[in-house]
């Protein structure tokens, strides 16, 4: 057991694991990672199960002190993470010893990090989830984002634990970029919409609002034109729903977002892209592309083969330092998520066998037919 000790919050620090699943029913919005793939990835580096919570660091990162020897990892985010004052090798499980001090320095690339412990950030959890939802007070560390005094406990190590040097292959770190493209699955409502409307929604370049936050993200740009009107009677949201107001404009729902909503919804953001806009900055540009059910499927396929790319290095590999000095060079470049642009072009990820239920990263369950045995 191992505490971590908040001399700085940061802009936005809470705890988040990946949601509370099936409270929606109740009620209460699932919360959990933005960049639930981005979690997923941080918890396996350091030998957690992948809905262990992590810590999610927003924009400016906190000032945190360990009290104990651990293992961590920090993904996401290009947020210039220092351990006593030098650089840290990011999508790597690293040890650190106590009283070490891990800072933010700069934002680079991206909007949100995550930072795993071995063991898990060890709160209590409420309604089967550790994470927060600040507008309600409830979950996370007392409900609230991280501030200076805090202390949080974190569990025990994997058995046996986890060792420092796992890691994601450079090839396949992401770079996240101001431009970014959302593939959507069009409905539950787009026959509310024009026909030019619609070509308006998948072929005009959109800009992310500074009115963006956990429950959505805001877009501003060419107007989306209704048949007749942008309300229905209020039905269940998902992540990446997009809804689409009476100013015409998209809001995709996020992670923090309503149990029901009263506004058309044209399409669906894929779980795996919704992760991607997590990590986009106010002013990024947008694109949607529409894309059929069984290439969403494959896009998650991809993700999940993405994750199975985190391993320990081999023998005779390259084994960068876990800590580098950025001025030799050694800092980690990436050309993205080569395992989801080729599950879009139809080459399927390696399976270890039938399966009938892909998991989202928002923790959900997504019947896949392509794999139904009959």
């Given amino acids: 057991m191992t505490w971590i000790d908040v001399l700085d919050g940061g802009m936005l620090t809470t705890v988040q694991d990946l949601g509370r699943v099936g409270a929606q029913k109740y009620g209460v919005p699932e919360s959990g990672a933005m960049d639930g793939l981005a979690l997923c990835a941080a918890n396996r580096l350091v030998g957690n199960a992948d809905a262990a919570a992590c810590l999610e660091m927003t924009l400016g990162g906190p000032e945190l ?77 007392e409900g609230r984002a991280l501030r200076e005094g805090d202390r949080l406990p974190a569990g025990r190590a994997s058995d046996p634990p986890q060792g420092p040097g796992r890691r994601l292959p450079r090839h396949a770190i992401p770079v996240y970029g101001h431009a970014h493209i959302l593939h959507v699955v069009m409905g539950p409502q787009d026959d509310a919409f024009t026909d030019e409307g619609i070509r308006t929604f998948l072929a005009e370049t959109y800009t992310l609002s500074t009115q963006s936050d956990r429950i959505g993200c805001r877009f501003s740009g060419p107007r989306i034109a209704h048949r007749a009107g942008a309300d229905i009677v209020s039905d269940g949201t998902t992540l990446g729903s997009v809804q689409v107001t009476g100013d015409g404009l998209p809001i995709v729902l996020m992670a923090d977002r309503g149990t029901t909503g009263g506004y058309t919804k044209i399409a669906t953001v894929t779980s795996v892209d919704a992760s991607r806009l997590a990590q986009a900055m106010p002013g990024d540009r947008i694109t949607f592309v529409r894309i059929g059910l069984d290439e969403a499927h494959a896009l998650l396929r991809g993700a999940h083969a993405w994750l199975e790319e985190i391993r320990q290095p081999g023998a005779g590999e390259e084994d960068p330092a876990a800590i580098y000095d950025e001025d030799r060079g050694a800092a980690l470049a990436a050309e993205g998520y080569l395992g989801l642009a080729s599950a879009l072009e139809g080459r399927r990820a390696p399976s ?23």
């Fill in 352 to 374: 270890s066998g039938p399966t009938t239920d892909l998991i989202a990263f928002d923790g959900t369950q997504v019947h896949d037919d392509d794999h139904d045995e009959r």
């Fill in 65 to 141: 002190r360990f009290g104990a020897p651990a293992l961590i990892a920090v993904t996401g985010a290009d947020l210039g993470i220092l351990v006593n004052g030098r650089p840290i090798a990011r999508w790597q499980a690293v040890s650190v010893a106590a009283d070490t001090v891990l800072t933010c320095s700069a934002v680079r690339d991206g909007m949100r990090a995550y930072l795993a412990v071995s063991g898990g950030i060890d709160v209590p959890p409420v309604l089967g989830s550790r994470s927060t939802f600040t507008r309600s007070a409830l979950g996370g560390f």
